[in-house]
């Protein structure tokens, strides 16, 4: 190998003709296959747990407010490192990084496993989060390397199916473990086999162009003010009208504190050398718009996978296993959706009517969940979860897909980010929210049915998550009935936003799906910079002088 070789293969990428051939659908496959397994884990930490609560937080002596933090603690740190994790990919190694994200996700579920208290399990949750936030963010941008826009929407519904299929098993596989001799323990020690066996194929598989060589710059200032400022508020919108009152002096400091924090978090990007959040972003009419309309999906997905678990053990009487076995419509829903609609998208190009069609699925869904009760029949609720799921599939994926589509390869870890950002504080928020309102309705639905009842007992009044089979018929019945009237309240409260996402999907600019990956991009401005290096004039030499050839210099 040549000097010249030798130097362009430590410090870019080859730019010989056999590198410049597009990968093939297998390779694409190949390499996407360490990613899809990492993606797999990460949903797996969010919906195994969920029909496992009802056993978990009883177990360690909980609250319903416990019961909303273990989820919205993983939530929460996810929301707060995705934009880092973002960040870090446009400037270092994005092969290292989603293998640093899976092992610190493999800490936290180990820690996980072994709580001991609802405090453990919620800082163990936490680290498993930061964890999440890396492989939710990293597997798109990845992606983006690897494959060009226009034929995204085709892998994009592989990730699609592969978030399906994590929701469609995590319930049904968190119910059967816990209702095993493992416990629900088990759930969080689960997903480490597939954990280690992503990590294997990631490094046998995964092969990304070496990054420039350049210094970089980790804004750490903003990094803090924004994870302090979206912190207080979500830790306000849970305890809010449970802790204390709605308006309380509690609130009059959290509320302003949190913007504050937030507005000096902006005031540290303008400044920043490398925002972690790039300002002029928000210039873009195209992600304004997707960061909206993904805010509302997030509240969606986030809520109703979370509620719909605890509706049907803690409404409807059912088993762990069961309940998980009863949400799988909306997961199908996405999987078909998703899988579907994005081959499509690659084939035409076309993806705003799917997206518009999405959206209005997701509003129609809502609505129709908000007739919820504990008399519901089954088929309809079915109907009902896989409309959402249907409505999902259409809209998550394809909103990073426009925003991709719309910057240039240095930028399309803080865009992708920014996006999943967006969707997982808004769906954080609604988690928080949608379980404070539940709490307070819950409990007031109970006292009052309790008092009409002629019964002189405290079950559920102190806002413990009740277990159903301790208590006597009539006093279940009454904490039956308001679960499943709470759980409709908190559909109709987030279906509004579904409509705030039809809008701003309908105001999307239609701009044609590119045909380059973010590889071809890098390969072309590498090209290009190698052809504007000075060349150096001819010199003389003595004939029997070995003249090396000229290095290109490192970039």
């Known amino acids: ?48 747990v969920t029909t ?64 001991q208290s609802v405090g453990w399990l919620i800082g163990a949750r936490l680290i498993q989060g930061i964890g999440v936030g890396g492989l939710m963010s990293l597997t798109q941008v990845i992606l983006s390397d690897l494959v060009s826009p226009r034929e995204r929407g085709r892998y994009m519904g592989y990730l699609g199916a592969t978030m399906a299929i994590g929701t469609v098993c995590g319930p049904l596989l968190g119910g059967v473990i ?15 086999p597939i954990a280690l066996a992503a990590l294997l194929v990631l490094q046998t598989r995964l092969h990304l162009p070496a990054q420039a060589k350049r210094r970089v710059h980790i804004d750490v200032p903003g990094a803090l003010l924004l994870s302090a400022g979206v912190s207080l508020l979500l830790i306000w919108v849970s305890f809010a009208g449970d802790s204390f009152d709605w308006a309380s002096w509690q609130t009059a400091v959290m509320v302003p504190g949190s913007l504050l924090l937030v507005a000096a978090a902006v005031f540290a990007e303008r400044r920043a050398p490398e925002p972690l959040v790039p300002l002029e972003m928000f210039a873009n009419r195209t992600i304004v718009l997707a960061v909206i309309a993904s805010g509302a999906v997030g509240v969606a997905l986030f809520g109703t996978s979370v509620f719909l678990s605890q509706y049907m053990q803690l409404s409807r009487g059912y088993s762990p296993t069961a309940s998980g076995l009863l949400t799988m419509p909306m997961a199908i829903g996405i999987l078909v959706s998703s899988t579907l609609i994005g081959r499509r998208i690659s084939r035409t190009g076309n993806y705003k009517p799917w997206m518009i069609t999405g959206t209005v699925m997701l509003a129609v869904g809502l609505a129709l969940m908000g ?21 999902v599939g259409m809209t998550m994926q394809n909103l990073v897909l426009v925003v991709q589509n719309t910057v240039p390869r240095n930028r399309t870890g803080a865009a992708s980010s920014l996006v999943a950002f967006t969707r997982t504080l808004f769906g954080t928020l609604g988690v928080a929210g949608l379980g404070a309102a539940l709490a307070a309705k819950v409990s007031t639905s109970i006292t009052s049915g309790l008092a009409e009842a002629g019964i002189n007992a405290p079950a559920g009044g102190s806002g413990s998550v009740p277990q159903l089979d301790t208590l006597p018929d009539p006093v279940r019945q ?29 105001l999307l600019p239609r701009v044609e799906l590119g045909t380059k990956s973010g590889i071809d991009e890098l390969r072309e401005k590498e090209r290009a910079e190698l052809m504007a290096e000075p060349t150096m004039p001819p010199t003389s030499a003595p004939a029997d002088h070995h003249v090396r050839p000229v290095a290109a210099a490192p970039r």
């Open 1 to 48: 190998m040549s000097a010249t070789a030798e130097t362009r293969s430590e410090h870019g990428p080859d730019l010989s003709p056999a590198a410049e051939s597009k990968m093939t659908h297998r390779e694409i496959l190949e390499a996407l296959s360490g990613l899809l397994l990492g993606l797999l884990v990460a949903i797996l930490s969010s919906t195994i």
């Open 52 to 115: 496992a609560l009802p056993q978990i937080v009883p177990d360690l002596g909980g609250s319903q407010t416990s019961f909303t933090w273990i989820v919205t603690a993983t939530l929460l740190a996810m929301t707060v490192s995705v934009p880092i994790w973002g960040k870090l990919a446009d400037l270092t190694d994005r092969k290292a990084l989603v293998q640093t994200a899976l092992v610190i996700y493999t800490v936290g579920s180990i820690l996980a496993g072994l709580s």
């Open 178 to 192: 816990t209702d095993s001799a493992l416990g629900w323990r088990g759930c969080f020690f689960v997903g480490l």
């Open 371 to 391: 007739t919820l009760d504990e008399t519901t029949n089954l088929f309809e609720l079915g109907g009902f979860m896989a409309i959402i799921g249907l409505g």
């Open 478 to 506: 009454i904490v039956e009935h308001a679960y499943g009237v709470g759980t409709a309240g908190i559909f109709l409260i987030a279906a509004p936003l579904a409509l705030i996402a039809i809008l701003a999907v309908s």
